[in-house]
């Protein structure tokens, strides 16, 4: 069975970091490109970050630029996604996508004081 699962979201304060982990099960992601997506309560779902199947090239959302990174290691078949600086507007629900086919179940991230 073709899996995605997320990990690692949780309560943080405001500034706070958290890494979101992404880890694939029946299928191998070296051969996908992979994204994070967010999504807020009463909003769309969004595309925050991307990288490539050869994890060459990054993209990111304007509004995460320089506190989001997105990562991938081949070995242990996981995508992360490094969120420093956390705001009030970052809280959502976080769902990792391979080529955008298969997606997770998703991970609540909070921000609040």
């Known amino acids: 069975q073709l899996q995605l699962a997320e990990s690692g979201g949780g309560l943080v304060q405001p500034g706070g970091s958290l890494r979101l982990s992404c880890v694939a099960s029946?299928?191998?992601?070296?051969?996908?490109?992979i994204a994070w997506f967010r999504q807020a309560p009463g909003k769309e779902r969004e595309e925050v970050s991307c990288i490539s199947a050869d994890g060459g090239s990054t993209t990111s959302a304007d509004s995460v630029k320089g506190r989001f990174t997105i990562s991938r290691d081949s070995a242990e078949n996981r995508v992360y996604l490094l969120m420093n600086g956390l705001t009030f507007e970052d809280t959502a629900v976080y769902y990792c996508?391979?080529?955008?086919?298969?997606w997770g179940q998703g991970t609540q991230v909070t921000v609040s004081s």
């Open positions: 029946g299928f191998t992601l070296d051969y996908f490109a």
């Open positions: 996508n391979a080529g955008g086919i298969h």
